[in-house]
């Protein structure tokens, strides 16, 4: 028989630790060698789990039960199976609790459980679990903690970058500013159309006035000349 007690220390509230080791799927992907397979009517599953013991790698397959208490962050899990030639049978039990940690926004996760063998490789398997359990079990908490680690939250330009705040406050504002400054726009440049205008017509008569004398003498000037030829 194999006895598995472990404390595992997570940095992350209990809550978002309960919510991943209470999911088959989150748990099977913190497992180095473990694969989730289909469900069942009754709420099992089927799981295979692949194990080296010294050089010799062992393949289970087992059917899993899981029972979730979620109000007091407690669960309980059943399975039962053999190896992949069928040399080895065996049952397991394990109970978990995710509790507050010793520092606020940590968890403790405390793991009880048995593992009992039976047939060609019981003796071989039960000489190693020692060393097996505890590597699984430090790859587990490496695996758990990332798997727990708050999501990363929406980068906004106003958090990473003061002047790219401080260049978007003045669009949040411009609507108000742009509803007072409208009407004034439209008229001043209204304004300055009619006042070039004004100025480019009276430039016009200006020029047609300063001009035709200067015309009228030249003819008079030639008829003149002429006159005098």
């Known amino acids: 028989m194999i006895s598995i007690k472990e404390e595992i220390l997570v940095p992350s509230p209990p809550q978002r630790v309960w919510e991943v080791i209470s999911d088959p799927s989150a748990v099977v992907s913190c497992i180095g060698g473990a694969e989730l397979g289909p469900s069942h009517d009754d709420g099992s599953f089927d799981g295979t789990l692949a194990v080296r013991f010294g050089g010799l ?31 080895t049978r065996f049952s397991a039990g394990a109970t978990f609790r995710v509790a507050e940690g010793l520092t606020p926004g940590s968890s403790r996760v405390f793991c009880d459980g048995e593992i009992k063998l039976n047939g060609k490789l019981a003796k071989l398997i039960e000489s190693g679990a020692g060393m097996v359990v505890s590597r699984m079990t430090k790859e587990f908490t490496d695996e758990l903690v990332k798997a727990c680690a708050s999501p990363a939250e929406p980068v906004t330009a106003d958090a990473t970058d003061p002047l790219a705040s401080a260049s978007t406050e003045p669009r949040a504002a411009a609507p108000a500013g742009a509803a007072t400054a409208a009407p004034r726009r439209p008229t001043g440049l ?30 008079a000037e030639a008829l003149g000349q002429g006159g005098r030829r």
């Open 57 to 87: 790698r062992v393949k289970f397959a087992a059917r899993v039960a899981l029972d979730l208490d979620e109000p007091a962050h407690e669960g309980r899990l059943t399975a039962r199976g053999a190896d992949g030639q069928g040399a």
């Open 190 to 219: 209204l304004d300055r159309l009619r006042a070039w205008w004004a100025g480019r017509r009276s430039g016009r008569r200006g020029r047609s006035s300063r001009t035709a004398p200067p015309s009228v003498n030249k003819s």
